[in-house]
């Protein structure tokens, strides 16, 4: 049932974390900075960053950094446990496109949808 190979586009929601030193940066999947179930991700994140009010968006983007900072948490049934927060200071939002081929090849590509700047 789940054991399917799966050839084609995937679309998800990714943050890069930047460090000053720029070499720690790292992409984290979206649900690993909400503690909700993974399925509702991408659908919270798009309501939000599709969003052309900037209020909201870093509204929400000081709010994912101060329970990052604060309250994180662990994984349970189908919410992942979050990423360590490692003294990050710029948070993007990524949409990004994976491709994969039939010869096991895969691809990445990404656009910043939103930049925040962690104070």
Same mark, same amino acid.
């Given at each position: 049932?789940?054991?399917?190979?799966?050839?084609?586009?995937?679309?998800?929601?990714?943050?890069?974390?930047?460090?000053?030193?720029?070499?720690?940066?790292?992409?984290?999947?979206?649900?690993?900075?909400?503690?909700?179930?993974?399925?509702?991700?991408?659908?919270?994140? %798009?309501? &939000? #960053? $599709?969003?052309?009010?900037?209020?909201?968006?870093?509204?929400?983007?000081?709010? +994912?950094? /101060?329970?990052?900072?604060?309250?994180?948490?662990?994984?349970? %049934?189908? &919410? #992942? $446990?979050?990423?360590?927060?490692?003294?990050?200071?710029?948070?993007?939002?990524? +949409?990004? /496109?994976?491709?994969?081929?039939?010869?096991?090849?895969?691809?990445?590509?990404?656009?910043?949808?939103?930049?925040?700047?962690?104070?």
């Amino acid at each position: 049932m789940f054991s399917k190979t799966y050839y084609g586009k995937y679309v998800q929601y990714e943050i890069l974390f930047i460090t000053k030193q720029k070499n720690d940066s790292i992409f984290v999947p979206a649900y690993k900075v909400l503690p909700i179930e993974f399925f509702r991700v991408n659908s919270i994140m %798009d309501y &939000i #960053y $599709s969003n052309d009010n900037s209020i909201i968006k870093a509204n929400f983007s000081k709010l +994912i950094i /101060e329970t990052l900072k604060n309250k994180a948490w662990t994984n349970f %049934d189908e &919410i #992942y $446990s979050s990423v360590e927060f490692n003294n990050f200071n710029k948070m993007d939002v990524c +949409i990004c /496109e994976y491709t994969f081929e039939e010869n096991n090849d895969m691809s990445k590509n990404y656009s910043i949808l939103y930049s925040y700047n962690i104070k």
